[in-house]
């Protein structure tokens, strides 16, 4: 399917933004409208945009372009998120590197998506009478009519990502790649650049130069493992229970942010350590939100009577007061809409100019009814006398606080049947899938083992193990036009205190692929350390840059205006995040 991507109909450059979330970025990225493109899975899409950006020129001899693979939140606004190593003498070095990032197929940040308009009748055939569910159908009918995708965006893949950046590249001129990098999800995308693209042009099979010079796989996998597709399944599950979702059929200015919000609250602590958490934050107490564990006041008793109906009013002013230490966070509407200034409130602005309204997604607390297992006096007065008197608003530990705040942070400016797209993508990524050296043996719709090309018919796990090793292999020795292509120079890093993507899953990289370099950065911030560390990552990308593409560092540097805008407030913000914490 690849070799027939260069004879689809050009792309042509358009304003955008073309979601709402890529208004966030206005001004800061370009826009390409593709006629059509077909998926992996055989879907044809029409009318297909794709956000990127640029930093630097094109060299006259087409081949210094520095291919940026972003992660799963991530944007094509590199600076936003991984600026510090954009600029003169850094990795990305926009003087001697033409650098491009694209916008990955599913995110909300402007290439097509569930956020993007779904393009009228030229788009993918929907259909909709294929469901017997109600409550889908129902929902499906209150949105029919906006227009966007949402739940009916069909599935993409790394490849379908690197497939169609390709065409980019293209658009933009670029003849051969000097290096792709990219971590996490990125990572996987730059794994499978020379993988789908060993050859210079992919349309002649006697073409013998290869297309990508070197890659740079970071915190990443060949495979997305069952820990991580695990985790993604849990965080989807967040959002699934969210009454809002409504199967995908939310409203833009309904969406389910309290699902979305709990799914980046366990997605966070995947990204971190333990050890940051811990060092961080310890037990530190932190700030309740506003409009939790609200308790009533309780009055003095000043007669035996009064002192009774005091009782009962102490009672029921405990059993407000558990209920309320109980949902302390849920109570609160804690996930507010988008602010006032944010972009997103015009964008969703409706012919009235109305905008979003607050809505507090969970419910709150009902008037507690007399509990049935009542406290005796004593309790009631033990309980009067300690922390949790009523006066006192529920204390929480600052580590909560931050998950909140993430969880906030991250409903402003992500969508969730984005999110659940992408988490799938990651979860079909696997190098070896339905490539060279194996096949699968079906009978109907039953998959009743692999068979290797050798002819060799291994237990199933070692048939996937092969299969990986056989597509890595394929990365050192030689493509997949056998014997001609030149491997690409591969340096793999690894985050070391990675529990994600843990190190051996990048050391396993390494070994497969013959010839390929390992770095370990030393972090405690686990997965996250590719998008923190810095210093680290600047120096030994940098100096492995150096010495693989020595021909364009000998070259004199290019003119280029100093085109870095100063992001002032990041929109991905996890180094903002981290270190103001
Ligand atoms: N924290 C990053 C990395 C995930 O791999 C993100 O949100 O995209």
Redesign the pocket.
Known sequence: MAHNDHLLPRPREIPGPTSPQSSLLAGRQRYLLFPRFTLESGITLTNVPVAFKTWGRLADTRDNALVVC?????SADVED?WGPLLGVDKVFDYSRFFVVCCNVLGSPYGSASSCTQAGGESSWAKDGDDTAADAIMQAKMQWDGQGWWGPEFPATTVRDDVRIQKLVLEFLGVESVAAVVG???GGMAVLEWPLVFPTRWPGRTDSTSRYIQAIVPL?TSARHSAWCISWAEAQRQSIYSDPLFKHGYYLPAEPPRNGLSAARMA??LT?RSRDSFESRFGRRVGKALKGGGAALPVPDAHSEAQAKTIDDQRRRSLAHDAAAAHNEGNLSPRVKPYGSNSPLNGYFAGPNGASLSPTATTPPVPAVPHPPTELSDQAVHERLVEPFSPSTAPEIFSAQSYLRYQGDKFVRRFDANCYIHLTRKMDSHDVARHRWGWRVLRTSNTITGVVLDSGVRPESDEAEDAALMRVLDVLSSHGPVEGKVQPPAVLVVSIESDG??APPEQMLIHELVGGSEFVSVKSSDG??G??LEFEQINASVGAFLRKRLEPIYKRPQLEVQHEQQHVKESV?G?VEDVTRW
């Open positions: 972003h992660a799963l939140t991530g998120w971590g996490s999800m915190a997605a966070l990204y994600l993507f997965h996250d590719f998008l991905f996890e």
